[in-house]
T-cell receptor, first 114, second 109 residues
């Protein structure tokens, strides 16, 4: 593994179903993030984690949950999917959350909720 | 509220120079980033500015004026592969990145 991987690449999901998007990084970065990207809007932060064992809410956290049991993994769960959660989801990581620390992005998961 | 403004779309000619502007209003400022995103791909880092002035990196340069809440990305000697969206992002007082909607750059031969 090199960098950040996400799974699945794409998914079509029925409304009301539970779904977990997976994210793994091998750079030993402390901070990890989940964003959604919708046409015409900037990337919007869903949840973040500054270090293993801690998480925080971003701009659009409702309907999503995360956990950070270890440094490498940061899964995002949709407990009961709704059509408005149709989006492209990007996981990112950075060495820290401060200053000029650059965020590196995974390839994304394209999710469609019907 | 926090706001990042960029033009939605720009068109330029191969071999030319283009300047993509970004204005911002955020709660605090801890640096400004430019990312490139090709269609269907992830954003990739281009540049970082935290002090006023110009940062040059090959064909790409980025400028920052904190007093004006303004930045631009300058792309020289445009190539077809530069066709992409360019995202401006500001790190706010909570050290979170606030993102603009991006500028889609179309390069014509």
């Amino acid at each position: 593994i090199a960098g950040i991987t996400q799974a699945p690449t794409s998914q079509i999901l029925a409304a009301g179903r539970r779904m977990t998007l997976r994210c793994t990084q091998d750079m030993r970065h402390n901070a990890m993030y989940w964003y959604r990207q919708d046409l015409g809007l900037g990337l919007r932060l869903i949840h973040y984690s500054n270090t293993a064992g801690t998480t925080g809410k971003g701009e659009v956290p409702d309907g999503y949950s995360v956990s950070r049991a270890n440094t490498d993994d940061f899964p995002l769960t949709l407990a009961s999917a709704v059509p408005s959660q149709t989006s492209v989801y990007f996981c990112a990581s950075s060495d820290s959350s401060a200053g000029g620390s650059t965020q590196y992005f995974g390839p994304g998961t394209r999710l469609t909720v019907l | 509220g926090q706001n990042i403004d960029q033009p939605t779309e720009m068109t330029a000619t191969e071999g030319a120079i283009v300047q993509i502007n970004c204005t911002y209003q955020t709660s605090g400022f801890n640096g400004l980033f430019w990312y490139q995103q090709h269609a269907g791909e992830a954003p990739t880092f281009l540049s970082y500015n935290v002090l006023d002035g110009l940062e040059e990196k090959g064909r790409f340069s980025s400028f920052l004026s904190r007093s004006k809440g303004y930045s631009y990305l300058l792309l020289k000697e445009l190539q077809m592969k530069d066709s992409a969206s360019y995202l401006c992002a500001v790190r706010d007082s909570n050290y979170q990145l606030i993102w603009g909607a991006g500028t889609k750059l179309i390069i014509k031969p």
